[in-house]
């Protein structure tokens, strides 16, 4: 398997985005990772060009070896590594996040950088341990675009989410979460199907086509870069207030 890291793992990470609270130090770069044999071969069926109707993930280890050499979408060719979901096999709650972001991307982690931090602090008021939750996201590669040595985040369009469900929806499958919650309108599109308004309907249990109850929420993101100290302070209760309606909705 090629591995890319040693490619990019120079490159300067983008600069951290101001807010409430410090970010920690970038992330060192993940060890390779070798997946099982068997886990290879399923990695492999599963991540050609095109469908594969017989030959979906039944495995996170299969899920992850196979996000490292998926070609659904153009974005693996500038990513360091696919960054597939993490959390135990039977989490109750899963998280969908929008894709990984320059950290991510090199630690081969999700939420790790600076929205990581701010998810993890909104976590613990809620009384919900991240390690009982399966934290993903709607797209596996880091989009961006380079400016001078800085790698700049953008937006993954409808194409790229909608290839990429292929392995979000092999998640859900193996997980099967009671409950899971799209943080940000990228996750709502990738699992409802549609934009939806955020605002309008956090705080409310949408059926979604697994028997799962859908929630939506803020992104971490999007609290970072609210530039004034109330509204961040205010979005960051009401975004406390979501993962504790969905932590209780997911007990
Ligand atoms: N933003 C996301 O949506 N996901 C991550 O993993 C990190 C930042």
Redesign the pocket.
């Known amino acids: 398997m090629t591995n890319q890291i040693s490619r990019r793992g120079n490159l300067a990470p983008t600069p951290l985005i101001p807010g409430l609270f410090a970010p920690a130090e970038a992330p060192a770069m993940a060890a390779p990772w070798t997946p099982s044999p068997r886990a290879f071969r399923a990695a492999q069926r599963a991540s050609r060009d095109g469908s594969y109707n017989g030959d979906a993930p039944t495995t996170l280890e299969e899920i992850k070896a196979g996000v490292q050499m998926c070609r659904r979408c153009h974005l693996y060719r500038d990513a360091t590594q696919g ?1 597939a979901g993490e959390g135990p096999a039977r989490a109750r709650l899963m998280f969908v ?5 320059d ?2 991307d090199l630690a081969g ?8 931090q701010m ?1 993890d602090r909104a976590l613990a008021q809620a009384g919900a341990p991240r390690d009982q939750t399966y ?4 797209v596996k590669h880091f989009k961006y675009e380079l400016r001078g040595k800085k790698r700049i ?1 953008q937006s993954p369009n409808a194409g790229e989410v909608a290839a990429c469900r292929w392995w979000l929806e092999a998640e859900r499958r193996i997980v099967r979460p009671r409950v899971i919650v799209a ?2 309108a ?2 709502a599109l990738a699992l409802f199907g549609k934009p939806l308004a955020i605002g309008k309907m956090r705080q409310q249990a949408l059926q979604l086509s697994d028997q799962a109850q859908g929630v939506v929420t803020y ?3 999007y609290l970072l870069r609210l530039p004034d100290a109330d509204a961040k302070a205010e979005a960051f209760a009401m975004f406390v207030e979501d993962l504790k309606f969905a932590w209780k909705l997911a007990a």
Do not use: I, Y
Not at 97 to 101: F, N
Not at 135 to 138: D, H, I, P, Q, R
């Open positions: 960054v996040g929008e894709q990984p972001g950290q991510e982690r999700p939420f790790v950088g600076p929205a990581g998810f934290v993903t996201n709607a985040h943080l940000g990228t996750a992104h971490p993101s």
